[in-house]
């Protein structure tokens, strides 16, 4: 059940806050706590009534893990649950990639039979590895069995994140007014809620055909106007689909009074790589650094060894995107730009070259720099393979030809480039969702200080033609209603036509 369904809409999240309310009046928290708990439970199912079998199991084995480490920490314990988690994982996303492999090198063909990928397998495994981990090192301690269901299973992060720890919710679930939908919270939550949804239905998906037409399986080689039209569309495609989703998550938390952590944050403002992947589905950022990169030896182990931690962890995150070698790539792609990016500031520190803040339009220039890298990079996480990725960045760079408009048929358009000349703006220049409402304290206490920043950034215009803004409720009230009608419109006219998330199966 998609967030953007007519499904969801118009059925499942009003009667799941209407029966919760109920719940919370009759019953207290712990009412609205299994009442929440049952509702994610269905919303999975919804999916695949087989597969929630899967996520209970694994519910149940993972918390039976964590409260035998918590009473008596065991490397050898938390070493098989973790190891039990992984196996799961590749079992269902990777079997056939490593026998494509293991047949490739053995000159053979081995199938792995029809394996369907569980909904959301991916976040939730990691979520509870993340929780084991934690478990072990003693930062954990309430052991309520449907406290623990709902950590795992909570409806609106459950399918994309974000990755959640532990610590994060449980302190808000154990409030005596945890989970009841007051209408502050309802109020909050809509706004951020239908925000996401006209970031996904309206832009994200209008904008899903000029990509589909240069990426489709019947084109050969694009000209430079299709590439350049083609990869752009992707680009703000993915952004606006998972900020939409990450808008979405956060305010449907927040409806039932749960605040979740800021996992998306204008990361094509960037103005390196290094500040991309801090703003770019953040919490899986630092649960790779938090259980990976730093169990690795991080930085510690000296300059060499960082680079290759650092290779090996966005080598490993690209594998955890999909099984293809082309995530795979991607990702050392981008462990490439993060070791340039490193040894570039250790350069400029020995040299003295960081003295001072560097000029508005030095950043200007810096943050195209990285937009570039990251457009280079998605192209590789669009195509199906190396061949036609190489296609469409040589058509980037006029190798394929150019065609202009009225001279020959052309894939894309060309009012397209309006579109995504004007969506460059937006994603450049305007406030996020979170930093629109940031005075109602849309996310986690943990992360405000992200939005004071880039507020204050924004306000001192450090950037050529930034924009400032004001955050009034007020005027947000209209905006969303007048979004939320049209989102609906669009919803109902669409049906079955509404896309997936692109991160809805990883």
Excluded at 370 to 397: E, K, P, Q, Y
Aim: charged share 15%.
């Amino acid at each position: 059940m998609l967030f953007s369904s007519s499904d969801f809409v118009f059925g499942f999240l009003p009667i799941t806050i209407l029966v919760v309310m109920l719940a919370a009046l009759m019953g207290g928290r712990r009412a609205s706590l299994l009442t929440l708990v049952a509702a994610s439970f269905v919303f999975y199912a919804w999916w695949n009534p087989p597969y929630f079998i899967l996520l209970f199991a694994s519910i149940l084995g993972n918390y039976a893990a964590g409260v035998a480490l918590m009473r008596r920490p065991s490397k050898a314990l938390l070493s098989f649950v973790v190891a039990f988690n992984l196996c799961l994982i590749a079992y269902y996303k990777y079997a056939q990639f490593l026998l494509d492999i293991a047949g490739d090198l053995a000159g053979t063909n081995w199938g792995a039979g029809d394996i369907a990928l569980p909904l959301a397998i991916s976040f939730f495994t990691f979520q509870q590895i993340s929780f084991q981990v934690d478990a072990y090192r003693g930062q954990v301690k309430d052991r309520n069995f449907f406290n623990y269901c709902l950590f795992v299973s909570f409806f609106p992060q459950l399918i994309a994140g974000p990755i959640i720890r532990h610590g994060e919710v449980m302190p808000q679930y154990l409030k005596d007014t945890a989970f009841r939908p007051a209408l502050s919270n309802i109020r909050i939550g809509l706004m951020i809620f239908v925000i996401g949804l006209y970031k996904k239905v309206v832009i994200a998906d209008g904008i899903t055909v000029f990509a589909n037409a240069v990426f489709g399986a019947d084109v050969v080689e694009p000209t430079l106007l299709d590439a350049w039209a083609g990869t752009l569309a992707y680009t703000f495609q993915i952004y606006f689909d998972f900020s939409g989703y990450s808008d979405m998550a956060i305010g449907l938390a927040r409806i039932f009074g749960i605040k979740l952590p800021l996992n998306f944050h204008s990361p094509y403002k960037a103005t390196n790589i290094i500040d991309f992947w801090r703003s770019w589905h953040m919490t899986l950022s630092r649960f790779l650094r938090d259980y990976l990169y730093i169990p690795l030896g991080g930085n510690q182990l000296g300059k060499a060894r960082r680079y290759i931690n650092i290779m090996a962890t966005m080598v490993l995150g690209g594998l955890w995107h999909g099984a293809a070698w082309t995530f795979i790539f991607w990702g050392a792609l981008h462990g490439a730009y993060l070791g340039i990016n490193h040894g570039w500031r250790r350069a400029k520190r020995r040299f003295g070259l960081d003295q001072g803040s560097s000029t508005a339009w030095g950043r200007a220039i810096a943050r195209m720099v990285t937009f570039l890298a990251v457009i280079v990079a998605w192209v590789f996480f669009r195509a199906d393979n190396f061949t036609d990725a190489m296609s469409v960045l040589g058509g980037m760079i006029g190798l394929n030809g150019i065609v202009l408009p009225g001279a020959g048929t052309l894939l894309v358009e060309p009012t397209a480039y309006i579109w995504l000349g004007a969506i460059l703006a937006i994603v450049w220049f305007a406030p996020n969702t979170q930093e629109w409402l940031a005075d109602h304290d849309p996310v986690l206490d943990d992360d405000r200080h992200l939005l004071a920043a880039s507020i204050q950034k924004a306000a001192s215009k450090s950037f050529p033609f930034a924009v400032a803004w004001r955050r009034r409720l007020l005027w947000l009230v209209p905006f969303s209603t007048i979004s939320g009608i049209l989102v609906a419109m669009i919803i109902a006219y669409r049906g079955a036509d509404i896309a997936d998330f692109i991160y809805f199966v990883f």
